[in-house]
């Protein structure tokens, strides 16, 4: 079992900044795909971004990708999404998530195919 908190979420204006961080407890020695996956109200979770084991893959949602970067510490068990440029559409409950998975391929875009999740944090981006 993989035991996943986030933290960092809040109420921010848009063009700022976020920093969100998902600390791993567990069965963390194996090599976890880590992703963050949202939630928008009255809609189904959607891929953010993932990261591989070795921290040498990295994928985002064309939604995000050039403002969000994720990355991830093994030695800490911890992953981070850096949030920047904040837009109100990126309003939603994030999701970090793990799936003992050590190749790269399409499924990883999908929510679905992530085993462990952590209880999530809302993010409210203000005009």
């Known amino acids: 079992q993989v035991h996943l908190v986030e933290s960092g979420g809040g109420l921010v204006q848009a063009g700022e900044s976020l920093r969100l961080s998902c600390a791993a407890s567990?069965?963390?020695?194996?090599?976890?795909?880590m992703g963050w996956i949202r939630q928008a109200p009255g809609k189904e979770r959607e891929f953010v971004a993932a990261?591989?084991?070795?921290?040498?893959?990295?994928l985002y949602a064309d939604s995000v990708q050039g403002r969000f970067t994720i990355s991830r510490d093994n030695a800490k068990n911890t992953v981070t999404l850096q949030m920047n440029s904040l837009k109100l559409e990126d309003t939603a409950v994030y999701y970090c998530?793990?799936?003992?998975?050590?190749?790269?391929?399409?499924?990883?875009?999908?929510?679905?195919?992530?085993?462990?999740w952590g209880q999530g944090t809302q993010v409210t981006v203000s005009s």
């Open positions: 990261i591989g084991w070795r921290a040498d893959t990295r």
């Open positions: 567990g069965r963390t020695s194996s090599m976890f795909a």
């Open positions: 998530a793990a799936v003992d998975d050590t190749l790269l391929g399409s499924r990883w875009y999908s929510p679905s195919w992530y085993t462990y």
